[in-house]
């Protein structure tokens, strides 16, 4: 039987939806096609209909979950986002969490084409900090210089407390000192007391 356009974007959207979310909570390289396509309620042949391989799958995921990410994030302010980010709930919810804490390290590992849809989601996510940062002196070195250490400081705790166990003191050790060190340089910069960063 053949399926309508409409069914055919909307099976298209479900194993891209679906993907997002697994490739997140399992890594690239733990999810097989089969293995996806049986949780979309598909069969393993009709991801071939839609992706010419899973490669170009991993790609577009990356940029819509990055994305998606990135327009949560820009709906509050940095205060209450670096509260969110450094969180056990963002810690634990790695299907719905931010791509970058989830797959970063698996993006090294994989082709150019993944590689760059991480850096230009990078840059997307550094001028989103650099817009909600202010320094009095407005140096745009200095703006970008303390997005990036904000941004690699979120990411980093994030995968340091996901790298310990479920329930571990550790896990929830690092997230609390890297959110209290985080608000409390931030707070510094807007006084304009500190040196760098």
Do not use: W
């Not at 979950?65 to 810690?91: M, P, T």
């Not at 634990?92 to 850096?119: H, N, P, V, W, Y």
């Not at 909600?132 to 980093?156: C, E, M, T």
Request: hydrophobic share 40%; net charge negative; with cysteine.
């Amino acid at each position: 039987m053949k399926i309508t356009k409409a069914q055919s974007q909307e099976n298209r959207a479900r194993i891209v939806e679906t993907a997002s979310a697994l490739f997140r909570e399992r890594g690239y390289d733990g999810l097989s096609v089969a293995d996806l396509m049986a949780a979309a309620g598909l069969t393993h042949g009709g991801f071939y209909k839609h992706f010419e391989s899973k490669a170009d799958l991993m790609a577009e995921t990356a940029e819509r979950g990055i994305a998606q990410f990135l327009g949560e994030a820009e709906q509050v302010d940095v205060h209450a986002f670096i509260d969110f980010y450094l969180s056990r709930a963002h810690r634990d919810g790695r299907g719905d969490g931010c791509t970058m804490a989830a797959l970063s390290g698996d993006a090294a590992r994989q082709s150019t084409d993944i590689k760059e849809t991480f850096a230009a989601g990078i840059e997307n996510m550094l001028d989103a900090v650099e817009r909600g940062r202010s320094p009095g002196d407005g140096d745009r070195h200095k703006v970008r210089a303390q997005a990036i250490d904000l941004f690699a400081h979120l990411l980093g705790a994030v995968v340091l407390s996901r790298a310990c166990p479920d329930g571990s003191p550790l896990a929830d050790e690092i997230l609390d000192v890297c959110r209290e060190q985080i608000h409390v340089a931030r707070a510094c910069q807007e006084r304009g007391i500190c040196q760098s960063g």
